[in-house]
């Protein structure tokens, strides 16, 4: 079955970076796009950007470009998002999710990874 | 970029009651791209229905959604226990994804 596992919770110093992982399986890796979503405490969803497996391009929401990097790992299936120069208003649950191109939703989510920035 | 404003922002119903759930765009959706995600408490969202009115995998037919342009609505025909939940609409234009604010949907 299609599984999306991510790393687990961080705390960060504000400024500090946090790199999560998002480790996929059941299906073919460099088929599906891997977006990373975050939703701070109490709040709605934001979605940050994505990356293609298969080729690594990258797409970026406005909000975060400058400061985030989206990678992957064809040998492990995992995708990295890098989160730089943290603030505490970057606390929050981050979400990895996969969308088959073109198709504009995302099917299958991870579990989640909350990081905490606090001095 | 395109703002997705959903109402209510909460909604009181009983079980077996109907419900009516909103999502407004600030521009026209591109070929209907626009998606309805159920999050429970503790739990990654869940996909319901895409392409405005396609149920995903396992979504029981209670579920519907409907609307174009600028107007879509997700309706819950038979409101059952585990409905109650958090509901987000979603859209994609012009490289960019957004979220609605969301709409809890309450046991009264």
């Known amino acids: 079955q299609v599984q999306l596992v991510q790393s687990g919770a961080e705390v960060k110093k504000p400024g500090a970076s946090v790199k999560v992982s998002c480790k996929a399986s059941?299906?073919?890796?460099?088929?599906?796009?891997i977006h990373w979503v975050r939703q701070a405490p109490g709040q709605g969803l934001e979605w940050m950007g994505m990356?293609?497996?298969?080729?690594?391009?990258?797409n970026y929401a406005q909000n975060f470009r400058g400061r985030v990097t989206m990678t992957r790992d064809t040998s492990t299936n995992t995708v990295y998002m890098d989160l730089s120069s943290l603030i505490s208003e970057d606390t929050a649950v981050y979400y990895c999710?996969?969308?088959?191109?073109?198709?504009?939703?995302?099917?299958?989510w991870g579990q989640g990874t909350l990081v905490t920035v606090s001095s | 970029e395109i703002v997705l404003t959903q109402s209510p922002g909460t909604l009181s119903l009983s079980p077996g009651e109907r419900a009516t759930l909103s999502c407004r765009a600030s521009q026209s959706v591109t070929s209907n791209h626009l998606v309805w995600y159920q999050q429970k408490p503790g739990q990654a969202p869940r996909l319901l229905i895409y392409g405005v009115s396609s149920r995903a995998t396992g979504i029981p037919d209670r579920f519907s959604g409907s609307g174009s342009g600028t107007d879509f609505t997700l309706t819950i025909s038979r409101l059952e226990p585990e409905d109650f939940a958090v509901y987000y609409c979603q859209q994609y234009g012009s490289s960019r994804y957004t979220f609605g604010q969301g709409t809890k949907l309450e046991i009264k």
């Open positions: 990356v293609s497996p298969s080729d690594g391009n990258t």
């Open positions: 999710a996969r969308e088959l191109p073109a198709t504009c939703y995302f099917d299958h």
């Open positions: 059941g299906y073919t890796f460099t088929t599906y796009y």
